[in-house]
Structures are given as C-alpha cells and as structure tokens.
C-alpha cells in the first residue's frame, strides 16, 4: 500500500496501529542486544502503555464491546496469557536444559518463604512482575526496595520472562480501565495526579532512576489516560471537523510521518528530554489519526498482531542466540542484534499460528456470547 492512498475508517473493524506497534517491539529488542537505536527500549514501553489506553478506551467507550466487567477481564487475560505461558515454560526448559543460569535456581533456594510466593504467583500468572522490581530481601525477608539492584538476592533473575513486568502494569490498568475511562473528569483528575507524582519524585532524586523511571504504574498511568483522552477528545474532533476525503489522506500523511520520526528518533542532534516531549506531544496528536489508516489495512493487523508475541519471546530467543554464536565463535554484535530481530518475528509468527491464532477465535466467540447474554 501506498502511503498516499486514504480510506474511510470503520467502527466494524478491530482496533490496531499494527506497524507502530511492531516497530516498537522491534526497537525494544534491538535494546536489549545493546543498540539503542529508532526511539529507544524505554520510550518504546510507554508508548506502549498509551496506545493501550487508546484502544481499551476504544474497546470499553465506542464500541462497548464487553457485556459485563468481568468479560473484559477474562477476554483480556486470554489476550496476554497463553503466549507468555508457552514462552515462559520454553523458558524454563532453555535454563533447565543449558545450565546457563545456575543463578535462577539458587535465587528460589536463598529466597525466605514471602520471596518465593512472589515470584511462583508472579511468574505463574504475570501478576505483580512489576512489584519484583520494587521488592528485595534483607536479613532473610521479603522487603520494598528503592532499587531492586540493592538486595541481597536479586529476586528480578528469577523471573522466567524477564520483560514481562509490563504485562504487570498493563493488568493493574485493566483492572482499574472499566471504572474509570467513561468519567472524563475522574479520568482528568488521575492524570494530573500522577503527573505531579512523577514531578514529586523526581524532585527528591528517585524519579530519574530505575525502576522508577517507566516501571511505577501511579506514575505511568498519565500515559494510558492520556492515549484515552486522544481516542475520547481529539478522534471524535478529527472526524467532525475533517470531511472523509481529507481525513483519510491526513491520515495515511500522519502515520507515514509518526513512522518516519519513530526510524529517525535517534539520529536527531538535540537533548533526550526535549525529543521525548516533542515526540510524545505527537504522537498524542496525531496518534487517533494513525488509529484511521491503520484500522483499515489487514496487512497493518497482521503485522500488529506480530508485537506482543515479538515483545515476548525475544528474551528467550536473544539468550538462544547468544549461547549459538558462542559456539561457533560469532562475536559480531550487530549479526546478533539482527539475528535476533529476524528470529524474534520468526518464533512471533509461529507463535501466533500455533496459540495465537486458535485463542483469538475463542476470544472472539466469547465476546459474542457474553454481548448476547
């Protein structure tokens, strides 16, 4: 497709900002092989977390896809749950088999009982993997920590997927999403209460260091809120005041630029902090005008269901990688950061053929069920 062409958007369709969203996945890998390139791992997760506050908004605002709020939690949990299972137990096995982390087991030996009952619940249901990275042990208990590097058993190497800690945040934004996103001024009131939680620490010099940064979810619940506000107040101004034409050929303009700012994010010469206000203040904006020409493509979905999967796995596959080219004497970082983009989509792709796949027909016909009782 080309990106001058512009199509009329439908409420019919699923919800996606596929490319987006797999270039974001994309960049966090490259992250975590030690290149920071595109926008950067930490930019890539936050922006994560507001095209998820976009599209629940969406989901539970427009098109009131979810009879009931337990049918959302369900029909959400089985969106996460089944890929990671299957990724963290090839986790498990890659540990088991190899001997490459010895230091996985020994945490769950060294850990007192509360340590060991986070990370099996954790671990087991994704649940809390954000709060191992505030908790710690000292004197042989389980303990909140300002740095969860400041332990005496680092209790983050015994998780199974290490970056799965963001499906923590998510979940806690799911459980609060249905009470709070159709109360716009309850919805503007969170926001600035977490903006000035975030400016509070990082006056008293914790809000500029990990985990605090991007793992705290009072602080980065600005962010979901944020990406509902752009579905709730800017898509429905778009629509009004832009005729179907235009709107279509701003859209398909807007997506191609926020594309193109995301592959040159890091090349621009100027300050962090200044290219992510301005990068951020963007993507707010024109973000509903993506969601337009991305909600009408079915290669964009296919790609955007590549993400989570892509996200996912890479961990496991970048560790794969690493012990392969050990082997057969590759010390070539870039051949491995590459390597692992190539085979992190591989595995996404199977993964959704085999799990993915076969989940979202039930989940689909779940949602049919719960909408007709």
Same mark, same amino acid.
């Given at each position: 497709y080309s990106c001058s062409k512009g199509r009329a958007f439908s409420v019919n369709k699923a919800p996606s900002m596929g490319t987006l969203r797999t270039l974001f996945a994309i960049t966090v890998v490259l992250g975590h092989t030690?290149? %920071?390139?595109?926008?950067?791992?930490?930019?890539?997760? @936050?922006?994560? %977390?507001?095209?998820?506050?976009?599209?629940i908004s969406y989901v539970l605002v427009e098109r009131r896809a979810y009879a009931t709020t337990s049918s959302f939690y369900i029909n959400r949990y089985l969106r996460l749950y089944p890929i990671y299972l299957v990724v963290a137990l090839l986790s498990f096995v890659f540990i088991a088999a190899t001997g490459k982390d010895v230091r996985f087991f020994e945490i769950y030996d060294e850990a007192p009982v509360l340590a060991k009952v986070l990370l099996i619940f954790s671990n087991a249901t994704m649940f809390l993997q954000d709060w191992v990275m505030f908790?710690?042990? @000292?004197?042989?208990?389980?303990?909140?920590?300002?740095?969860?590097?400041?332990?005496?058993?680092?209790?983050?190497?015994?998780?199974?997927? *290490? @970056?799965?800690?963001?499906?923590?945040?998510?979940?806690?934004? %799911?459980?609060?999403?249905?009470?709070?996103?159709?109360?716009?001024?309850?919805?503007?009131?969170?926001?600035?209460?977490?903006?000035?939680?975030?400016?509070?620490l990082i006056q008293i010099g914790l809000g500029?260091?990990?985990?605090?940064? %991007?793992?705290?979810?009072?602080?980065?619940?600005?962010?979901?809120?944020?990406?509902?506000?752009?579905? @709730?107040?800017?898509? *429905?101004?778009?629509?009004?005041?832009?005729?179907?034409?235009?709107?279509?050929?701003?859209?398909?303009?807007?997506?191609?630029f926020l594309i193109l700012v995301t592959l040159t994010y890091w090349l621009v010469p100027m300050s962090n902090i200044i290219k992510t206000v301005f990068f951020f203040s963007l993507f707010f904006l024109f973000m509903p005008l993506a969601f337009q020409f991305q909600s009408e493509h079915n290669w964009d979905k296919w790609v955007g269901d590549l993400s989570y999967p892509i996200y996912i796995c890479h961990i496991l596959v970048i560790e794969v990688l690493k012990l392969?080219?050990?082997k057969i004497g590759i010390t070539d970082n870039t051949i491995v950061a590459i390597s692992a983009v190539i085979a992190s989509v591989a595995v996404a792709i199977v993964l959704n053929y085999v799990i993915g796949k076969p989940v979202e027909l039930f989940r689909n016909q779940f949602r049919k069920d719960s909408v007709a009782h």
């Open positions: 030690g290149n %920071y390139v595109f926008i950067g791992g930490r930019n890539a997760v @936050q922006l994560f %977390y507001v095209i998820s506050g976009f599209l908790s710690g042990v @000292q004197n042989n208990e389980l303990v909140f920590v300002i740095n969860y590097r400041e332990s005496d058993i680092g209790l983050w190497k015994a998780l199974l997927v *290490p @970056q799965a800690w963001t499906l923590g945040v998510e979940l806690t934004f %799911y459980l609060v999403a249905p009470f709070i996103l159709g109360r716009s001024k309850i919805v503007f009131l969170l926001v600035l209460i977490s903006i000035v939680t975030r400016i509070y500029t260091k990990d985990p605090w940064t %991007y793992r705290f979810f009072p602080t980065e619940l600005a962010l979901f809120l944020l990406g509902a506000l752009a579905h @709730q107040m800017l898509l *429905p101004r778009y629509k009004k005041y832009l005729s179907e034409r235009r709107l279509g050929v701003i859209a398909s303009s807007t997506t191609c392969v080219s050990e």
